[in-house]
């Protein structure tokens, strides 16, 4: 594959509101889940909220919290202006839109669904432009002034990574000269009472890979990515390297216990890259904090990487931001790259005892030049990207 410069990326989640804010919590170990404090949600919960989403006003057609929470990501980090850079060089219409989310602005219909009429008969609500899937993509090529394709993607909790795979798809095809990419997912009542009907939700913060693990925590995220095809003058630069996907279609809920999807998603992606197991310093796990997942992704970790290579989950900080963790975590695989780090599971007292990969519960400070990020969903789909320094 051809590897991709990451021209300009901003993200938000409950750990932070920026990239600076972001690598801040990292550095300093700082989570950002706390007991719920929502309305109509199930008791003794923690979520990963983004506070200062609620302020935001989005274009009004548009209103909602996941476009809140776009609206915010967006204000962050230049990169709008990267965006208008980049207008000026290669065109609106070269600049194709490719985001993720899995539930969109659905609390818009969770509102309207409690205020229908005794008919049953829903009140009048743009639903096209809040809870409709491509409502995101819909927004933000609006809001950027962009005319390339616009593509949305829903595939679980790989969606905002398998935008960067399918974003660089179109690129080589011809379709566009760049992409903005990424993905956001907000906290609504389906996501947090679905996940309680299946008893995944953690009894408190969640804490992946350790031995006392119990579930996930629901966290709502937006991040975005820029993304062009790299030059000879990019060696250095920090960009998409490689990507891979699968779809195992083992249960609709669970995954392999083998992670033979989680297995050729990683595969795939150091083959696009180019790269042998060993060339990866960290791999930033899926790492949901639920006893199968992270059993199974221990097991397909180590039978790509053994015990050699530093892994762990940083949704201890943000919670499982849906569609949005794979994009989320790209940026935190950027982060991480830039200041050689690697963070260390949060929470964490023992790891689980019959786990072989690198888990790491601290952070350490080391050459990060190349990051493999694993993104995992429901009814089986795998994404893997390979983050790094382009050669």
């Not at 990424?182 to 996940?195: N, P």
């Not at 795939?268 to 180019?274: H, V």
């Not at 794979?326 to 019959?354: F, H």
Request: with cysteine.
């Amino acid at each position: 594959m051809t590897p991709f410069r990451i021209t300009a990326m901003t993200a938000i989640s409950a750990m932070g509101v920026g990239l600076a804010e972001t690598r801040d919590a990292l550095r300093n170990r700082r989570g950002g889940l706390r007991p719920c404090d929502l309305p109509c949600m199930p008791d003794g919960v923690w979520i990963g909220r983004v506070p200062a989403a609620e302020a935001i006003e989005p274009a009004a057609a548009f209103a909602c919290r996941n476009a809140r929470l776009a609206e915010l990501a967006l204000r962050q980090d230049g990169f709008v202006a990267a965006v208008e850079e980049a207008k000026g060089r290669i065109g609106a219409g070269r600049i194709a839109v490719v985001l993720g989310t899995s539930t969109s602005g659905i609390e818009e219909t969770e509102r309207a669904w409690a205020r229908r009429g005794a008919d049953g008969a829903l009140p009048p609500y743009d639903f096209a432009r809040t809870h409709d899937l491509h409502a995101l993509p819909r927004y933000l090529r609006e809001r950027l002034g962009l005319a390339g394709p616009c593509v949305s993607i829903s595939t679980a909790c790989t969606s905002g990574a398998r935008s960067f795979l399918d974003a660089a798809a179109l690129i080589d095809a011809g379709f566009a000269d760049a992409a903005v990419v990424g993905g956001a997912d907000s906290l609504c009542r389906l996501t947090l009472h679905g996940f309680a009907s299946l008893e995944l939700l953690s009894r408190g913060p969640t804490r992946p890979c350790a031995e006392d693990r119990d579930g996930i925590t629901i966290g709502e995220a937006a991040s975005f990515a820029l993304i062009e095809r790299a030059s000879p003058e990019d060696a250095g630069r920090i960009g998409l390297l490689g990507a891979g996907a699968s779809a195992d279609g083992h249960h609709m809920s669970s995954p392999h216990p083998e992670g033979h999807g989680a297995v050729a998603a990683m595969r795939a992606a150091l083959g696009a890259a180019g790269l042998a197991p060993a060339a990866i310093d960290y791999v930033n796990m899926h790492g949901t904090g639920t006893r199968a997942n992270d059993a199974m992704e221990d097991r397909a970790i180590a039978r790509i990487f053994g015990d050699a290579v530093p892994c762990s989950s940083t949704k201890g900080w943000t919670g499982h931001a849906l569609g949005a963790s794979g994009a989320l975590e790209a940026a935190i695989a950027a982060i991480c790259i830039e200041d050689g780090l690697v963070p260390g599971c949060l929470g964490v007292d023992r790891v689980d005892p019959g786990f072989t990969a690198g888990i790491v519960v601290e952070n350490r400070a080391a050459r990060v030049d190349r990051v493999l990020s694993n993104s995992f969903g429901f009814g089986g789909s795998n994404c893997a990207l390979v983050i790094g320094r382009i050669p």
